[in-house]
């Protein structure tokens, strides 16, 4: 007769987080692959399918991943110090844009205004031009609408300036040595922890079903729920 998870066991709040529940799915295909666990599926005549094995083992994910608490728990600690910096710099930087929606508002805006007034006051100074109206009023008009002509390419060649001094500001940086050795610690505390799971938890807790007997970390085996009718 197996032996069945406690129902303690199976309705214990589930600490793998969300984001980490589909690298553990991902190691139970894995050991479900492995030539270890079908092999023991073969000696044991097929007594129970690989999505059977698959469904029992989602069901203890809480009491299988307990195998690796203590790497987990140094991962998860390790990633929280590799996202901090990044987070930090990213609130770091939005003072320095608060306040400063003005600017490119006139820099819009100024430009728009001198280009119409440079066409207006050029079109009324070359009509009057045209038709010999006044010659020292078209005379000014022009020369009114070269200065605005002036003053929107001025305006125009400075809001570009500007443009390309902030897409040079606010270009990434480089991340820092601390940040990529934060990194790559949270990279081998991840590696360690899915091999951990894997090993101690998962590829036992298999063999256990399959055998029908307790797994030598102490996993009970578990039928799908048939101990509830």
Not at 15 to 24: I, N
């Amino acid at each position: 007769m197996p032996f069945f998870v406690s129902e303690d066991n199976m309705h214990e709040p589930d600490f793998l987080l969300a984001e980490d529940r589909p690298a553990f799915e991902r190691l139970v295909d894995q050991a479900l692959n492995s030539e270890e666990i079908k092999e023991a599926i073969s000696h044991r005549d097929g007594r129970l399918s690989t999505e059977q094995l698959r469904t029992q083992a989602l069901h203890a994910r809480s009491a299988i991943a307990a195998a690796a608490a203590s790497e987990y728990r140094e991962y998860l600690e390790l990633r929280s110090a590799a996202i901090r910096p990044l987070s930090s710099q990213h609130v770091a930087k939005i003072p320095a844009r608060t306040g400063s929606g003005l600017l490119p508002a006139l820099g819009v805006l100024i430009p728009g205004l001198a280009a119409m007034a440079a066409a207006i006051f050029l079109l009324f100074g070359f009509g009057l031009r045209a038709v010999g109206l006044r010659s020292d009023v078209a005379d000014e008009l022009v020369s009114t609408g070269m200065a605005a002509a002036g003053m929107w390419a001025g305006v125009t060649l400075a809001g570009l300036l500007c443009l390309l001094v902030a897409a040079a500001r606010n270009q990434p940086t480089a991340p820092s040595a601390d940040q990529e050795g934060a990194s790559l610690a949270a990279n081998r505390a991840y590696e360690a922890w899915r091999d951990t799971v894997l090993e101690r938890g998962v590829i036992p807790f298999l063999l256990g079903q399959i055998d029908g007997t307790r797994a030598d970390n102490g996993l009970e085996t578990w039928d799908g729920g048939a101990s509830d009718h």
